[in-house]
């Protein structure tokens, strides 16, 4: 079963393995907290802060712990990977918030803590998942349903802009329903995939020169996925409908195996494109600036001139934490936090980021593989792949690869609601990838 | 469904890959053209951090320094608004002038730095800091010299000699330069009469009598041998010195109320009469050779004044024999299209004091680096052309002395026991002939045979009484010698 994956994903875990997994975790967490606290230590001496502003650094050591404790006491059998590329990312995310909007600290901060606290929650359920599977169109509809009431009662904590959070009665804490939203897409793809994908490779009709899986099967999970997409249009959060879109079509030629299905999707990806750069102006400003910014620099395409200008001061080595001047791209925190890693970190720590994600993915993408039921495998892939396409769209924008869309990148922004499904996905891929082999 | 996996992962990887790329093109290959952009904020930001050097006057009083904000921006303060005509300004939006522009390299630092210091500072973030200049001006001449002036619109140049150190450089209306950005439209708004333009250096004002020092020096000159002559030419009585001069729809006369009786060419020299100047064309001096000697003093092109813009009048075509009379007429009493600043009245006034030799026009003497204690002086260029000839200037010097004794208008710029060589003239310039004040002259403090003497050029816009440049003049005087004393 394994043979053909590549030399990453089969790194297989042996008796030997399992017993150093802890050991591992601790000694990677170890290096992620030194690199946090060295470059709090740098920003507190650059910027003249006062030493109680490394209490960051401490909250997370407590997050970093609680979480092994708890991981080994329940996954034995775990990627050792997961949890410190994790916190690692949202350690350096911490740093980023501290440096650039110092106020927004304290939040961020708490929000390490409840994505802790979610990640814990997700070990404490029953872990066959079942609880997931078997109820996949209440799930869906309910995450639809809390949609539903952001468009209709919902706000934009910044005052203007689209109102995509809901207040959630304490405080002044907002969440983001799209965010779950997410996470219960692919719970949704991944239960009627698996339960139907055996039928969808063997029962296929003829489309012109391509098979393709018969539209009883196709027709309810279009229609769910229809919904999501037009209620995420609906509110013009387009980055996620996307994402939705994107994630959809790779996780149904995950299922069915047909490469028509997926060339068919692509195209539909560009019409839907089309379409929505001629009905939507957010889509065809987006996409104009891309294009070209330079006419625009100075007005509609400031922030992605910034963008790429910042990726520039920082060069190879970068200025150092706290030396550059990211703080001059408008809402650098959450859209652009990639163009400030590499402005202050510079191309190696860019690439340092990236490296981590895509190894975060790569390990997801291998629990999926090492997965003994289609539905852990699917759900495995589809929430790598719901971080990995979020990474690389959010990248990709910064660098003028792709149209800017409005998504974070996963556990370095600014955002609780980003965060907690962050945390809640790895929570899960650590869950999958305890499949049995350890615990059993 | 294994395949299916590999297939995706291997995508996604191609896909970061791809991201890879994208990062070492911004940051590699295109970074160098991209920061070079206007709009990137990062080299204003790099600029307001820079700790820009102090400017000093004479006596360490500081007329320009740098303080850093909280924000860690530097911001530039001005202790003295009427100093402005000298310190200039230095805004992060519209740029720099008078010292702050003439000495930007040193006050920034650029010239402390090749370009591996500049990547070795840059890579550790280390503030950008510059040199200190010590001006030569005084700045109690030049606040006296502008408090003289009052409200009115003109300028005024004091100049020690033979150092050629400018004591004082006064230029009205002013303005202050810790307002520039906020009142940058207001001082903007007329280019022709704007605060901002340095009337000592850039304000052509038409000469008016203000050239008959000039022409006297020309008709002296047009003698070999003022030894034989020079009496007979400057005591003997010029037919019709007092007659009124028409020029271009103008009636000039003396400046100054004259009895009617024959004047001496000095004496026309002193009270302001351009008769004798009006009729001397063709006479003893040809039209050619007065071109020749308004190129000799200077007139012609713009002064040298360390960095600073200087501008050289507005220049008519050249007077040859073929110019129509008129033309010659308006030439000779100052209001033709020869237009000069008052940069160049200071220099051939000096001349005059230096007997004949140009003095090397200077306003920063010394520059002291970052962190030295000493002040590191600037070389001065030593060669000093000669403008007039010895015994012309030392001719023009004593009627200058004459008329500081005879001529009341003159007299107004005499200051306790100063032995006074002054000029004092009306201009009109413009469509409605507005008059303008000049005076030209120096005080003479030489003991034995060194020279030593303050010059001092007064030009007061839309003033039509002549003494009331002499006493601004009287004001730059007493400060200058009194302040120099102590």
């Known amino acids: 079963m394994t043979a053909s994956i590549p030399a990453l994903m089969t790194a297989n875990l042996d008796g030997d393995a399992l017993r150093q997994a802890g050991w591992r975790e601790r000694l990677l967490l170890a290096l992620a907290g030194l690199f946090l606290l060295a470059n709090h230590v740098t920003l507190i001496v650059a910027d003249g802060r006062r030493w109680a502003a490394l209490w960051p650094v401490g909250v997370w050591a407590l997050c970093a712990l609680a979480g092994h404790v708890a991981l080994e006491r329940v996954l034995p059998g775990r990627d050792p990977l997961l949890f410190p590329l994790a916190m690692f990312l949202t350690g350096w995310g911490l740093n980023l918030i501290a440096r650039l909007v110092p106020s927004y600290t304290g939040r961020q901060t708490a929000w390490v803590v409840v994505g802790t606290g979610a990640l814990l929650a997700v070990l404490a359920l029953p872990r066959d998942l079942r609880w997931l599977r078997r109820y996949r169109y209440t799930w869906l509809i309910s995450g639809l349903v809390l949609l539903g009431i952001t468009i209709l009662v919902g706000e934009n904590p910044s ?28 719970v949704f793809l991944a239960s009627y995939l698996a339960e139907h994908h055996r039928y969808m490779r063997a029962d296929t009709v003829r489309l012109g020169m391509w098979r393709v899986p018969s539209p009883a099967f196709l027709g309810p999970v279009l229609l769910m996925w229809g919904i999501c997409v037009i209620v995420l249009v609906w509110q013009r959060d387009l980055g996620a409908a996307a994402l939705f879109f994107v994630v959809f079509m790779m996780m149904l030629y995950l299922a069915s195996g047909q490469a028509a299905l997926f060339i068919g999707g692509t195209i539909l990806l560009l019409l839907a494109g089309v379409v929505a750069y001629l009905l939507f102006d957010v889509v065809a400003l987006r996409v104009d600036i891309w294009w070209n910014p330079w006419p625009t620099a100075d007005s509609d395409a400031y922030q992605v001139v910034q963008s790429v200008m910042a990726v520039a001061a920082g060069g190879v080595l970068g200025e150092g934490i706290g030396q550059g001047a990211p703080t001059i791209i408008p809402v650098v925190h959450s859209d652009f936090a990639f163009a400030a890693i590499c402005e202050e970190w510079g191309l190696l720590g860019a690439l340092a980021a990236l490296v981590t994600i895509a190894a975060l993915v790569v390990r997801g993408m291998r629990i999926a593989a090492l997965a003994r039921q289609p539905f852990r495998a699917l759900l495995a892939a589809g929430l790598s792949l719901m971080l990995a396409f979020q990474s690389l769209f959010i990248m990709g924008g910064v660098l003028r690869l792709l149209p800017l869309t409005g998504v974070t990148l996963p556990f370095v922004s600014y955002g609780g609601s980003s965060l907690l499904t962050s945390f809640v996905i790895v929570g899960l891929l650590l869950v999958l990838s305890d499949d049995g082999r350890g615990a059993a | 469904m294994i395949t299916e996996l590999n297939r995706v992962t291997v995508g996604l990887l191609v896909a970061f890959l791809v991201v890879t790329a994208g990062l070492v093109y911004w940051s590699v290959v295109q970074a160098d053209d991209l920061l070079a952009r206007e709009d990137n904020l990062r080299s204003v930001i790099a600029e307001q951090r820079i700790q820009r050097g102090a400017i000093f006057d004479r006596d360490g009083e500081r007329l320009a320094y740098s303080q850093a904000q909280a924000n860690g921006v530097m911001q530039r303060i001005y202790p003295y608004p009427e100093a402005s005509g000298v310190v200039g300004y230095y805004s992060f939006t519209y740029g720099a002038a008078g010292l702050e522009a003439a000495f ?50 003109g300028a005024v140049v004091v100049v020690h000699v033979p150092s050629g150190r400018v ?42 009598g203000a050239l008959y020092t000039v022409m006297l020096a020309a008709i002296l000159a047009s003698y070999p041998d003022l ?39 000095a004496e026309a020299y002193s009270y302001g009469c351009p008769g004798p100047f009006a009729a001397v064309l063709g006479q003893t001096v040809t039209p050619d050779r007065l071109w020749e000697r308004f190129g000799a003093v200077g007139l012609l092109e713009a002064p040298a004044l360390a960095g ?129 004040a000049w005076f030209v002259g120096f005080v003479d403090q030489s003991e034995g045979s060194a020279v030593e003497a303050v010059a001092v050029v007064v030009v007061i816009e839309g003033e039509p009484d002549a003494g009331r440049a002499a006493d601004v003049a009287g004001a730059a005087f007493e400060a200058a010698v009194y302040s120099n004393m102590e």
């Open chain 2, 104 to 153: 930007d390299e040193e006050l920034r630092g650029d010239d402390l730095r090749d370009d591996w210091g500049r990547f070795v500072d840059e890579t550790l973030h280390r503030t950008q800091q510059g040199s200190d200049i010590r001006s030569t001006v005084d700045l109690d001449v030049q606040r006296a010299a502008a408090a003289a002036l009052g409200d009115q619109s």
């Open chain 2, 167 to 208: 004591l004082a450089m006064v230029s009205q209306p002013g303005y202050d330069p810790n307002l520039v950005e906020t009142d940058w439209d207001a001082l903007t708004e007329h280019e022709d009469t704007s605060p901002l333009l340095n009337r000592v250096t850039l304000g052509l004002y038409q000469p008016g």
């Open chain 2, 227 to 265: 030894d034989e002559a020079g009496g007979y030419v400057l005591n003997g009585d010029v037919p019709d010195a007092q007659a009124p001069v028409m020029v271009n729809s103008l009636t000039l006369t003396c400046l100054d109320r004259v009895t009617d009786r024959p004047l001496t060419l």
């Open chain 1, 159 to 186: 005052g203007g802009g689209p109102r995509l959070w809901l207040w959630l009665g304490f405080g002044r804490v907002y969440y983001q329903p799209s965010e779950l939203l997410k996470i219960l897409l692919v």
């Open chain 2, 308 to 436: 600073f813009e200087t501008v050289a009048g507005d220049r008519p075509d050249p007077l040859t024999d073929a110019t129509p009379p008129e033309t010659l007429i308006a030439a000779a009493v100052g209001q033709s299209d020869l237009t000069v600043t008052p940069l160049h009245m200071v220099e051939i006034a000096a001349a005059i004091a230096n007997r004949g030799n140009a003095v090397p026009l200077h306003i920063v003497d010394a520059v002291r680096q970052p962190g030295a204690a000493d002040w590191e002086a600037i070389q001065i260029p030593a060669l000093q052309p000669a403008l007039l000839r010895e015994d012309v200037a030392e001719a023009v010097r004593l009627t200058m002395l004459q008329a500081a004794a005879l001529s009341p208008t003159v007299a107004q710029a005499r200051r306790q026991n100063l032995v006074l060589y002054g000029h004092s003239a009306l201009a009109f310039g413009g469509p409605d002939a507005t008059p303008y």
